[in-house]
């Protein structure tokens, strides 16, 4: 599987004023992995992103998708290949109906009509957000509109999922609703996140950034329960793994079962 | 200023219209957009004296919007802005026009005559032009624009300008909200913090055309616009559109007005 297989070696990236975002991160995330990366605010996570899908090419280094390098000719190949959902989902949705801006991307790589039609339908099938789409976009609330973001990289039937900070600003029912989803896709998934507690629920691996550098690579559950790390990357513990606040009770025995 | 969100949210309302399913909007968008056209340049090829001759021109917007089932108070509202600039180029004919007629003993400038009829063009063309966007919409539009051969990087610019209006907005009313919140009494905006807010405004507005731009990049935009598979003309698109544009070409040749008048009077 090794054409689905994401790699990323020693890369560098130096924004115009002088920035250093990215120091030096190699990692190889294979086919069907389901991968958290996380770090304090402006660690890098969105560099990051952006050096995965080509929006930003790095200043040293290469990002290979399967065995293609991620290059400026590459890109309508790699882009097809893997699917980004933005943070704001309003960056995501510009067109007047729901049904349309799934359609956008199937359109853009001019497939027949019917064809679009069969996808749009089944990515909205697959967020359960079908009967919404006659709808303007601005008009849905945040979960829907996620939904809708999910949907919209979905019907482009991408290998990769990207996502920039999925569950920020959902109410605690569509953040579940969103994790049961995305539990359900066996796509490689690459998640951007300051809910740890998602990333726990959901991905095996996680990836820790400090400063535009790779602080820890390893299993969720171990990485997760290193508190000393966490907390030397600007970041805590998930609830889920934290005492119990009333009876000081550890609960991470039962969670990981 | 602080119905900012408000009007955010009426600038979509043409989109909104734009999704009626009624006869009119069934209709093929290059037919209409054509129809459109012939009607803007028949309407501004009238003599600026002539006001009687532009009357029956009122016929073709007021079947439209019955017939589209539009609302009326919203799309009047939205020709306002383009109220000043008429009244602006019209106001003074009265005054340098030295040419004067006589109504009932009462001598009046006929600039009074050309002021009226540069009115009733103005509301004539720009209420055909949001009748047009509002039944065709915006997408549609520009496909019409591009069976017409109008080269893909112009009407890209008139699809993002049209879409950036409402991102600008948005930025604008998170900014105005941020403000006042903070300068509670204030009328409006001290001058002294224009300069740092609109500098602002634009590098928000840059930041979100960015990320909007790469969106569409990420999924396969190389510049053209697909809106899906496009209608194919039919034979009532075309009476549709031979059918005003015989009206357009009548109703210019003669004044229907006048004709009218003189029947009902007997004089012919």
Sequence with gaps: MSHHMTEVKDIHYVYPDGHKAINGISFRIHHGESVGIIGANGAGKSTLLMLLMGVLLPSQGEVRVGDILVTKETLPFIRQRMGMVFQNPDDQLFMTTVYD????????????????????????????????????????????????????????????????????????????????????????????????????????????????????????????????????????????????????????????? | MSNMINTMFDLRLLDDLACKDTVVHRLHPLVKLLTTVIYLIVVVSFDKYEVAGLLPFLFFPVLIINLAELPLVPLVK?????????????????????????????TLSMGWITFISVCL??????????????????????????????????????????????????????????????????????????GPLIGQLILRTFDRAQRVYQAMCLRGFTGEYNTGSQKRLTLWDLAYLAGWSLFFTLARIYNIPELTGSLLTGVI
């Design chain 2, 121 to 194: 063009k103005c509301l004539l063309t720009v209420f055909a032009a949001l009748l047009l966007i509002a039944t065709t919409g915006m997408n549609n539009l520009a496909a019409a624009l591009r069976m017409l051969r109008i080269p893909k990087l112009f009407v890209l610019q008139l699809l993002l300008t049209y879409r950036y209006i409402s991102v600008l907005l948005e930025e604008v009313s998170l900014i105005w909200r941020a403000y006042s919140l903070r300068a509670p009494g204030q009328k409006g905006i001290n001058w002294k913090v224009w």
């Design chain 2, 78 to 106: 939205r020709m306002l802005p383009a109220a000043p600039l008429v009244l602006g180029i019209g106001i003074l004919n009265p005054v340098f026009d030295h040419q004067v007629f006589a109504v009932g003993g009462l």
């Design chain 1, 101 to 257: 801006d799934v359609a956008f991307g199937p359109r853009n790589y001019k497939l027949a009509e019917n064809e679009v039609e069969k996808r749009v339908q089944k990515a909205l099938e697959m967020v359960g957000i079908l009967h919404l789409k006659d709808r303007a976009p601005f008009k849905l609330s945040g979960g829907e509109k996620r939904a809708a973001a999910i949907a919209s990289v979905l019907s482009m039937q991408p290998d990769i999922l990207l996502m920039d900070e999925p569950s920020s600003a959902l109410d605690p029912k569509s953040r579940r609703r969103l994790i049961n989803l995305l539990k359900k896709f066996e796509h490689t998934k690459i998640i951007t996140s300051h809910d740890l507690d998602m990333v726990y629920d959901l991905c095996e691996r996680t990836i820790v950034i400090k400063n535009g550098e790779i602080a820890a690579d390893g299993p969720t559950p171990e990485i997760l329960r290193n508190a000393g790390l966490l907390d030397a990357c600007g970041l805590e513990m998930p609830l889920a793994l934290q005492g119990c606040p009333v009876c000081g009770e550890r609960k991470v025995r039962k969670l990981t079962g």
